[in-house]
């Protein structure tokens, strides 16, 4: 350890993506772990250094893709316990590049403790390979929803594996959403309803750009009509604007339409989502936020965890973004409008229950740390046996 009055944790996750949902979870792994143990020291592993010093200038960060094993071993011999994840960051090709790092740390003799990971496609045999080697030795593994644990199990992964769920949904809607949305010249007359595209990218690969640009031109252009509304899109990574723009040169009432362009970090865009009145989203943290904002929802489920949130948020949850579904999304997002008074206890009461689930995987966190820094425990860096190490 670093002194004896604190631990020193390691984060390695999707974090200096840019994306709006890594960087929530980041932030409420962060926050919560320091309300249980102020003393703890961070050292979080980033893709973008700068970016992350900016954004929490009171931790310790790390640059690691493109880092030898000698290069990064320094900042990882200092850890009580190395935390893979929060969120999807165990899929074909890119679940070596984490895992290697996290089997470079256990074989530097420092604990893995995999938080709520979400996992998939894993059919790569050399990526199931590193899940299966790291998870085995992992002091414990918690995946964000049920698909995860599958995914998990169908890869060789043999020891107990714990469902919880995202991190982020334990964020707290703020105040400044209408202050932010005027900022970006959103008028305030009528109803605004949100809307969260993304780029077909790794995890969306099988998207028909064409088709469901089209799809949601359509959608937009029945709910300008249906509610009067304005269209607001919601970008979760930079990327999401181009989309976005395509969505609305498609739809008849693109003057109907803003397409928010200012780098927003987690908090910012909850505390926008908390000003809509509708939201319809491919994104799942778009959707996680619409939930904490208790406004009515309508997942676009590209893939699995947000077919996964939409069942355990009571939403509607059909398969696939094609434009053969447009009469079927129409039809949905209709009747979500007509009964959103008597969906939204319903979906209040999932929505504390899932923040609870969520807060588990801090506690368990919180409670290992506890015993690592008990008198007698070994320091971190202390190298495993030879037999045992990587």
Same mark, same amino acid.
């Given at each position: 350890m670093d002194g004896a009055d604190g631990v020193t944790v390691g984060v390695l996750g999707s974090y200096?993506?840019?994306?709006?949902?890594?960087?929530?979870?980041?932030?409420?792994?962060?926050?919560?772990?320091?309300?249980?143990?102020?003393?703890?020291?961070?050292?979080?592993?980033?893709?973008?250094?700068?970016?992350?010093?900016?954004?929490?200038?009171?931790?310790?960060?790390?640059?690691?893709?493109?880092?030898?094993?000698?290069?990064?071993?320094?900042?990882?011999?200092?850890?009580?316990?190395?935390?893979?994840?929060?969120?999807?960051?165990? /899929?074909?090709?890119?679940?070596?590049? /984490?895992?290697?790092?996290?089997?470079?740390?256990?074989?530097?003799?420092?604990?893995?403790?995999? /938080?709520a990971v979400g996992a998939g496609p894993l059919t790569d045999e050399t990526d199931c390979a590193y899940v299966r080697a790291v998870l085995s030795d992992a002091v414990e593994v918690t995946v964000r929803d049920e698909e995860s644990k599958l995914v998990l199990e169908?890869?060789?992964?043999?020891?107990?594996?714990?469902?919880?769920?995202?991190?982020?949904?334990?964020?707290?809607?703020?105040?400044?959403?209408?202050?932010?949305?005027?900022?970006?010249?959103?008028?305030r007359r009528g109803r605004l309803v949100g809307m969260s595209v993304r780029e077909p990218g790794h995890a969306a690969e099988h998207l028909d750009e064409e088709g469901y640009h089209q799809l949601l031109a359509s959608m937009g252009d029945f709910l300008v009509q249906r509610l009067d509304a304005h269209i607001v899109f919601i970008s979760m990574e930079r990327g999401d604007i181009r989309h976005a723009h395509a969505v609305a040169s498609r739809m008849a009432a693109a003057d109907h339409c803003t397409v928010l362009h200012r780098d927003h970090g987690p908090q910012e865009v909850l505390d926008i989502v908390a000003q809509l009145d509708l939201a319809v989203g491919m994104r799942l943290h778009f959707l996680v936020f619409a939930a904490l904002a208790g406004i009515p929802l309508?997942?676009?489920? /590209?893939?699995?965890?947000?077919?996964?949130?939409?069942?355990?948020?009571?939403?509607?949850?059909?398969?696939?973004?094609?434009?053969?579904t447009a009469g079927l999304l129409l039809a949905e997002v209709d009747r979500l409008w007509d009964e959103r008074h008597a969906r939204a206890a319903d979906a209040a009461v999932r929505t504390a229950a899932m923040r609870l689930r969520a807060a588990r995987t801090g506690e368990r966190l919180l409670a290992y740390l506890d015993g690592a820094a008990a008198p007698g425990v070994r320091h971190a860096g202390t190298p495993v046996p030879a037999s045992t190490a990587r």
């Open positions: 200096g993506g840019r994306n709006v949902g890594d960087e929530a979870i980041l932030t409420a792994l962060l926050d919560q772990v320091r309300a249980g143990r102020p003393d703890t020291r961070f050292v979080v592993f980033s893709r973008d250094p700068a970016h992350t010093r900016s954004v929490h200038p009171d931790v310790e960060v790390v640059g690691w893709e493109g880092v030898c094993r000698e290069g990064i071993s320094e900042p990882l011999r200092r850890l009580n316990v190395l935390v893979l994840g929060g969120g999807g960051i165990l /899929y074909d090709t890119e679940a070596r590049r /984490y895992l290697r790092l996290a089997g470079t740390a256990q074989g530097l003799g420092v604990p893995v403790f995999t /938080y169908e890869a060789g992964v043999t020891r107990p594996v714990s469902v919880t769920a995202d991190p982020a949904l334990l964020l707290e809607p703020g105040d400044r959403g209408r202050a932010l949305l005027r900022a970006e010249a959103v008028p309508l997942p676009l489920p /590209y893939a699995g965890k947000v077919f996964d949130f939409a069942q355990r948020i009571g939403a509607p949850a059909l398969r696939g973004v094609v434009r053969e």
